[in-house]
Structures are given as C-alpha cells and as structure tokens.
C-alpha cells in the first residue's frame, strides 16, 4: 500500500474536505484556524506582530481534524497579528504560506492577515447592487488595466494607477475632455472587466513609489486584492476597503465589474501556496513527474480533482459574495475541466443568475487532461451560460494574429475571411447561410446561443487594431486606417454575441508597436488621453455604435432561433461586400428592418438594395440615430472601407 503522505502517489484519493468554512474564521474572543493538509505529518501556525520581518511571536500545533485537514482554536482577540502556515511532509519540512485561501495579507502577500472583514466595508456597502442586466446578449464589455487607465499625466485623476482611481468624478484632461469613470459613462459600455485585481507576485509592493508595471497573470494569492494598486499596501485593510469602494462606484455610474482570474497556473511552483499545503495535488504532471504546462508559463493546475474544484468555485463565490464582483473572465478556460466549469456557473447562479462568465477558450500548449474533457471554445454547448472569445472573428476582420502582416477583411484581404466575419455577425450559432468549413479555426458552429460567443478585435494581449493596421495596411494613408478602424468597430459592433473591447480602442491608442507589453513601461501601455480630442469624431463614432446597439434589441438577440429566424445575408454577387438584415421587428425593435452592409474593399463598390424607402442610420462615418436622410435608390455605393446601415419603419 502507498503511503499516504507521498505527495504523488494516488491524489485522488485524498480525503476531500466537505466544509465551506474559511481557513481563518475571526470573532473578537477567538480565532478558528483550518488547513487541507492531507499529507501532512504536522503542521504548525506561526503567529507574527507585522506583515514583514521579524521573529514569529508564537509557534503553535495545530491538530488533526476531519476531511484531511488541520485545526486549531486560539483564544483572544487576533486582530492586527498575521499568520503563515508551515507544514511537515514525507519527513520534509516545507517553507511557510499563508495557505491557499487567506482573505487578507501583508505586504507582498507573505504572511496572511487577521483583520476583520465587516471593518472593511465603505460606508452603504450592504446597499451596494448593481446594475439591471436582463440578459447576458445585453453586455458590452470594456477591458483595462487599472495603472494604464489612470497613470498618464494628463489623466486628471489624482490617485494614478490605484483602485481609487475609478472612484473620482469630474476627472477631465487639459482639453476638457473627461476621462476616468466619467469618459466610461460617457462611452456608454455595460460592464468593466479587470485586469487581474487579486494578489499577483511581480510588483513589489514594499516599493510603491519605484515605477512597475505587469499585467497581473501571475497568482500568488488568490483570494485577496494586489497591494500596489492600494494606497497602502502594508495595512491589510486598506486594499480590501479600497477594491470595495471602487466597486461601490463603478455600480454608482451603471457599470458592472467583470475580474479576470487565473486559475489555469500560479507564478511559481515551488514557493506556491498549493506546494507548500498540498506538493504536487493542485498541478498536473507528466509522465516523467515533471510539471505539464499547458499555460505556456510553467505549470498547469489540475481542475478535475475534487479540492482543486472546490478551491475555484469557492475563490468566485467568495468574490461575488465579499466584493459584489459581477462577472468573471477565465483566462485560458481551455485548461480546465468542462465539470468544473459547470459547477462554477451553477454556483454563482445561486448567488446572482445574472453574473457574466466568459473565457479564452484554449490552451498554451498540450495538456494531460483528455481533449474531451477540456473547457475548450468548441465544447461551449455543453457548458450553458458560459461565452468564449471568437478568434475567428477577430481575425477574419483585422488579419491573423499570428501573421502581423496579414489583413483582414475590413483591411482589404477579402478571399478567405468572409465566412469568419459572418460566423461573429451570426453569434457563432449554426446559420445555414454561414459555412464552417470555410472558417478560420473552427469547423463548427459551437454556441448553443449566440451569448456565448464575445467578439472581440483587439485585447491586451497582442497588436492594438491602430498596430496592427499600420503593420497589414502600410501602405494606407491615416485617413484610410481611421475608415477600415471605424469599418472593424462597426462590424463588432453590430454583430450578435457579446461585444468587447479593449481600453483605448475607442481612442485609436497604439503601444508603439509592442505586441505582448506585459511588463513594458508605463509609456507604452498608458492610455494616452489627448488622443480623446485629437480623434473625437472616431470616439463619437464608437459612442455612436454602443448607443444604436442599447437601443436597438435586434443587435442583440439572445437565442440561436432567433438570430436563425430573423438575421439574413442578401446576396452581395462577387462585390466582396457583406450584408445583413435584421428583419421584421427583429427580437421586438421598434425597426421593422435593418440593414447592415460592409464594403472591405480598399475601393467603393455597387451594392443592390433591397425595394424599400430606406432611412440613413450610418453612412461615411456619421451616425444619425434619427436616420433623417432617405434613400430609395436600387443600388448604393459604398465607399471604400466603409459601412452603410439603414432603417425602415
């Protein structure tokens, strides 16, 4: 019989813990410890006065306890102390944690904190709720970094790169332009999505005033917000109070907040908490023990087994519940297991049915969890509520992004993008006038309803659409980049799905050519906020689209029968056009019919229309809600790299 204490023998058979208490449960009179630490041979507590240095006060033995884990009760009121877990194992002694579920800690993330949760609450906090969704389809997504949105000096926001940043109004640049949360109202998406926000491990925050930057993908801790983003990372309190206040404002101005998460890996192996509970249960391995690395970064964590499940679903509950989080985005999705998913979804239906779940639904490389089994873009339909990112979409229209020097359909390269630009238009649901075997990735319509599907153009990662153009189109002037931009923005925007985009598009932001600026200088990733004024009539025109989208139902309709019953491609001949209807009262408008038609060509072309009196919504660039010009000509120019959307009553 194996032993039970070898970390790689066996690990699914490691008792499971069946309780939902935390592993620090704090009352002024006593305070509850408990770890999952199956293998363990002893474990010890090790209480300290500070958050960094100095000798731990007390050592004290913690005892066994039901579920594979350890317990221990300490009278007194805890309150201010901090706390590391260290554990015995396979005649080991591992190096200290603050375990894998600590909901407060010290600078750095070192050593867990004790600290009372209900202090941290801003004031109304009980009254916090967000804003009505009705339905997912509904959502406009907006994604940024909290240091990037706010550090520019021309920001007008005074706490630059903090949570706090996003609870300042009447913030405004030197032209009068607002920026911050007031230029997000302005702009008129539904939901803020994060950057990761929890307790990642490569800005130190013990040097606040040292200039750092890093996307966030590297988890330390996961349950607790990053302390470089407080304005005093080493009061335990001050991150957790200042998240919540953000929050708190974001709901204020009508905005949800989506938090991107990480569970797919963490920063280290050998100094992470999962190792230094559990070595070898949280991660996946190779044949030869060596760790699998389907992230691209290392390591890949095992969602199949039954504590690693509940660790995630337990970590978004206590997100939503704690924080009032709305939505979650999962990067590489495709690591985990569809089960898990699933159960992530029906949990937080539990807590809201409304909360936003979407992720990247691939991989980094290969991994030893079966491919039937992966939480995979084509494997949507089986996970109900849950979106996935459509690449196809995003590179039938802007060119591949593993080509920099491809264009797309929007820049000019018609042949073989049509149908990818079609599939995002239909929401990735089967269409019969939609051929997936011509698209781009997949070979399947996978979402089950087109809310599954989140369009997207451009995200943090990889070229910006102003990078990306000047790299695919070089030989275009910057007119015809800012006529394909708005053509890109206009198919995004149109299309069914959820649309997202990236912070700064709506500027026409580059970052200087950098393709992955993970950790570049605040000069590359900054928002730029005096291209608000330089490019205002394309900011208008974003504006534009987002306010046609909420107030026209058709561009939104949630089932797959729907977008079957009334979306249709008219014909556009060998014109290189694509058009699409959005017919009688689609999805209850007001408009009896819409018509959406997209010239990709860098040259105008000849369009039939449909017999009709046909009012002008968005022609050249301009948009008019009111659609004040007619038009009931048979044919239409449309100008190079332009769209062209009409209306009739």
Known sequence: MEPQNDPYA??????????????????????????????????????????TGG??????????????????????????????????????????????????????????????????????????RAPELKR????????????????????????????????????????????????????????????????????????????????????????VPEGSYATDAADPAVRIREFKQMVQSLHRNGLRVVLDVVYNHTASV?????????????YRHNADGSCSDASGCGNETASEREMVRRFIVGSVKFWAKEYHIDGFRFDLMGIHDIETMNRVRAELSQIDPTILIYGEGWLAGDSPLPPERRAVRDHVAQMEGIAVFCD???????????????????????????????????GAVQHPQVDCNALLYSRTAYAAAPSQAVNFVASHDGYTVVDKLKLSVADASEAERTAI??????????????????????????????PNSYRSPDEVNRIDWSLKARNRAFFDYIRGLIALRKAHPAF??????????????????????????????????????ILVACNGNRHPVELPLP???????????RIDPEGRNRLSESTVRLAPSSALILCRE
């Open 10 to 51: 066996s690990p699914d058979r490691y008792p499971p813990y069946d309780g939902d208490d935390p592993e620090l449960t704090y009352t002024p009179e006593r305070s509850c410890f408990r770890v999952w630490a199956p293998t363990a041979d002893n474990v010890r507590l090790n209480l300290y006065a500070s958050g």
């Open 55 to 128: 000798e731990a006060q007390r050592c004290l033995k913690m005892e066994p306890a039901e579920g594979g884990t350890w317990r221990l009760v300490v009278d007194g009121d805890l309150k201010g102390s901090f706390y590391t877990f260290r554990i015995e194992t396979a005649g080991r002694l591992l190096d200290e944690t603050p375990g894998i579920r600590a909901t407060a800690v010290g600078v750095n993330g070192d050593r867990a904190a004790v600290i009372d949760l209900r202090e941290t609450d801003p004031e109304g906090w009980e009254q916090d």
């Open 136 to 223: 997912y389809s509904d959502a406009i997504v907006y994604e940024l970094h909290h240091r990037d949105f706010s550090i520019a000096p021309d920001s007008g926001i005074a706490r630059k790169g903090k949570f706090l940043a996003l609870t300042e109004s009447g913030t405004a640049t030197p032209d009068g332009e607002a920026t911050g949360v007031d230029h997000l109202r302005e702009l008129g998406v539904t939901h803020i999505h994060l950057l990761p926000s929890f307790d990642f491990a490569t800005v130190d925050e013990s040097k606040p005033d040292e200039p750092a930057y890093n996307w966030g993908y590297d988890p330390k801790n996961y349950n």
């Open 270 to 282: 050998d100094r992470s908490g999962f190792t230094l509970t559990v070595p070898g249960y949280f």
């Open 392 to 426: 196809d979409f995003r590179d039938g229209v802007r060119g591949s992004t593993f080509d920099e020097h491809a264009a797309g359909y929007a820049s000019g390269c018609i042949d073989g993008h049509c149908e990818a630009v079609k599939f995002g238009i239909a």
């Open 485 to 514: 931009d708005m053509l890109i923005h206009t198919l995004l925007l149109t299309a069914q799905g959820i649309p997202f985009l990236r912070a700064g598009e709506e500027l026409m932001q580059d970052k200087k050519g950098d």
């Open 556 to 593: 939104r309709i949630p089932t797959a029968e729907g977008v079957r019953e009334w979306l249709r491609f008219p014909d556009t001949g060998t014109t290189g056009a694509i058009a699409f209807t959005l017919g009688e009262h689609a999805n209850g408008d007001a408009w009896r019919e």
């Open 611 to 621: 017999e009709a009196e046909w009012r002008v919504v968005c022609r050249d660039g």
